[in-house]
T-cell receptor, first 108, second 114 residues
Framework: GQQVMQIPQYQHVQEGEDFTTYCNSSTTLSNIQWYKQRPGGHPVFLIQLVKSGEVKKQKRLTFQFGEAKKNSSLHITATQTTDVGTYFCLDYGQNFVFGPGTRLSVLP | EAGVAQSPRYKIIEKRQSVAFWCNPISGHATLYWYQQILGQGPKLLIQFQNNGVVDDSQLPKDRFSAERLKGVDSTLKIQPAKLEDSAVYLC????????????FGPGTRLTVT
């Protein structure tokens, strides 16, 4: 079956450093959504990407969808302590498959 | 706008007991999802409803799990009998439509099976 992988599993950064998480699939991704889950909280929607090569920006966050639609990335510029949490990608095509997440900690 | 409501927030039961979770989605949202999130993992879809019909229940362990959404609004998820490996957070989410819509998640029910 389809596997959605995310790397890295954990990332510790100093406040102000950049952060990137990658979402990779064993099969072609249909459409991608990104969610953020704060510690003890529930997933909150960030963005969705549907087109090959698509790039979207939200303030310090940049989301990309690979040209071959087999990967996606989330980049945060100049991290802040409020960015702490786990970032999940979701392939919501024929199947709803969440990646295992990347847990980000930001040291002040 | 009110968010997705879930109850109870926490539940502790012994193995082989039964438990039920309730979810009330955002008003007007046709699609409702139940997810199981084991600690340190991403949410796993258990069942998806479109109004009161089941769209996908391929990952629902039907020998012990059941879910219903009789009037196309709120929903219940039941586990009977529970196993130790069912310990997880059960998340309910809703969206306006099927597929390409953002999902709004409830706070979840943390289940501990002892």
């Amino acid at each position: 079956g389809q596997q959605v992988m995310q790397i890295p599993q954990y990332q510790h950064v100093q406040e102000g450093e950049d952060f990137t998480t990658y979402c990779n699939s064993s099969t072609t991704l249909s459409n991608i959504q990104w969610y953020k889950q704060r510690p003890g909280g529930h997933p909150v929607f960030l963005i969705q990407l549907v087109k090959s090569g698509e790039v979207k920006k939200q303030k310090r966050l940049t989301f990309q969808f690979g040209e071959a639609k087999k990967n996606s990335s989330l980049h945060i510029t100049a991290t802040q302590t409020t960015d702490v949490g786990t970032y999940f990608c979701l392939d919501y095509g024929q199947n709803f498959v969440f990646g295992p997440g990347t847990r980000l900690s930001v040291l002040p | 706008e009110a968010g997705v409501a879930q109850s109870p927030r926490y539940k502790i039961i012994e193995k082989r007991q039964s438990v039920a979770f309730w979810c009330n989605p955002i008003s007007g949202h046709a699609t409702l999802y139940w997810y199981q999130q084991i600690l340190g993992q991403g949410p796993k879809l258990l069942i998806q409803f479109q109004n009161n019909g089941v769209v996908d229940d391929s990952q629902l362990p039907k020998d012990r799990f059941s879910a219903e959404r009789l009037k196309g609004v709120d929903s219940t998820l039941k586990i009977q009998p529970a196993k130790l490996e069912d310990s997880a957070v059960y998340l309910c989410a809703s969206s306006y439509g099927d597929g390409a819509y953002e999902q709004y998640f409830g706070p979840g029910t943390r289940l501990t099976v002892t």
